[in-house]
């Protein structure tokens, strides 16, 4: 039987894959990325992974129903576009995921657009901080863009562009109180956060990056380092010990491997490197949790198969198939 080379990590107590179904797509201009979870999990990946590893698996959807595109709701509030819907769902993705973390399960989220970010960060950090004080939870964001702009900076109002902003605390609740249920043992710490496949990023966004010196590997970087130094130099910045949770939005890859996508950028990542990224995480024994997020069934559907199969492939390199 493979190994689950996670489970290493000592706060992986059970030998449970907590899958969570980030059904929205609130905080995205398209329609669609809310059935991305269904159309992996309906791949038959559980099925190989439970059989392969011995792993216990569990399936929740986050919402009951997905929230419909609703117009007059999509008007901006301070800088944001559908702020009580994103709020309140990935205030229930938060929760679901502290909840497993908290129990020493491994939590896959499946996306959903990438505000769900919002959730799996702030759960997972809240769940790391609580179980171990001394251990602070890194994170990798693997990305084509940075998504750190704050409502004041985006041009497009939409949150799938704020995640890192908003669990890092550089983006506020509104007065309103959207994202106020945010508190201070949700946040994570962008001195162990890294970047790698960025090729899209707005000129605030590269501001941000520059001023708070977090660590970015682009495109370019990984074409001139090679994936494999990239990696070293990714794991070295977050130390030998720390539990890493990792954010995979599948528009890092190139289009030939995942177009159904809402923004796909030409030039990213191949496939194999994609894989190289998660096994290398599998291997360091501290990967805790992990997003695959941002595919959109609605999107080049003739492509759905293979960035689907993408998605599945780095997927089951990080939980060491
Ligand atoms: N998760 C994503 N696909 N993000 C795309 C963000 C695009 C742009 N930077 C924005 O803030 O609107």
Known sequence: MAHLASVRHKLLAESHLAVIAANVS????RDGAHKGPRAIIDSGIFADIQSKLGLRTTIE???????????????????????RDVSESTRLVSEHVYRHAQQGRFVLTLGGDHSIGIGTLTGMSKAIR?????????????????????????ESGRIHGMPVAFASGLAQPSSEGFFGWIEECHLIDLRRFVYIGLRDIDEAEQVTIAKRGIKAFTMNDVRQLGIKKVMDLALGHIGAKNPIHVSFDIDSLD??????????????????????????LSDSGNLVSMDLVEINPYIATSELETTINSGKMVIQKALGL
């Open 255 to 280: 289009p030939t491997y995942a177009s159904s996508t809402g923004f796909p950028v030409a030039s990213g990542l191949s496939l194999e490197e994609g894989m190289h990224i998660s096994e290398r």
């Open 130 to 154: 609580e179980r171990d004080p001394s251990g602070e939870l890194a994170v990798l964001w693997i990305d084509a863009h940075a998504d750190i702009n704050t409502p004041q900076t985006s």
């Open 26 to 29: 609130c905080g995205a201009p």
């Open 61 to 83: 959807d986050v919402l009951k129903s997905p929230l419909e595109p609703v117009k007059n709701t999509d008007l901006a509030v301070e800088g944001m576009k559908r702020a």
